[in-house]
């Protein structure tokens, strides 16, 4: 089983990106593709999922997102195709809190949820998510001091992908600047 690829996405399609290691180019599922950009390389954290006649590759921007992924197949009635769907709409945070708080309205607001489901997400789920924190808020603080350093917004985003969230936002922010002065 793989837990990660490390390599350069050579392609974003509008549900897939194609990350090149070492010369073999895997199809990876992704919510979101285009927070990958082309020709550049990522840590690429994959859920393999295999049946019969199929193998596919699932790829998260960070190791929450494919934890909540994971939990949300879990669930009753929840396939990896929804539980992507589900990762596409919010953002980790929104989609914790509002299983938390039994927010049925927001969980229906995602496509092909119903209330039926919505509601066996929440009680599958609820109170089982504190461990899945992300660090999405430090990413916003980090966008902020790069941008009050004067750094424009899209040479930013290109590098705050590479920055290691795990790490306190000083580390962050020197981190970002090494990778922005190259």
Avoid: W
Avoid at 16 to 38: C, K
Avoid at 44 to 63: A, D, K, M, P, Q
């Amino acid at each position: 089983m793989f837990d990660y690829l490390k390599g350069i996405v050579t392609k974003c399609i509008a549900n897939y990106i194609v990350v090149d290691v070492n010369g073999v180019g895997y199809r990876v599922y992704t919510s979101n593709p285009y927070r990958f950009h082309e020709d550049e390389e990522y840590t690429v954290y994959v859920y393999n999922h295999v049946r019969e006649e199929e193998y596919t590759l699932y790829g998260f921007i960070s190791e929450e997102e494919r934890d909540l992924f994971l939990r949300l197949i879990d669930v009753k009635g929840l396939g990896p195709k929804m539980a992507l769907s589900i990762l596409a709409t919010g953002t980790i945070n929104g989609i914790v809190d509002a299983i938390d708080r039994e927010n049925i309205l927001y969980l229906k607001k995602i496509p092909k949820i119903g209330e039926k489901l919505a509601r066996q997400i929440i009680l599958d789920l609820k109170g089982k998510l504190a461990s899945i924190e992300s660090h999405e808020e430090s990413s916003d603080e980090l966008i902020m001091a790069l941008e009050a350093l004067g750094y424009k917004s899209s040479d930013v985003k290109n590098v705050i992908v590479k920055v290691d969230k795990t790490q306190n936002i000083e580390t962050q922010i020197k981190e970002a600047l090494k990778l922005l002065l190259k």
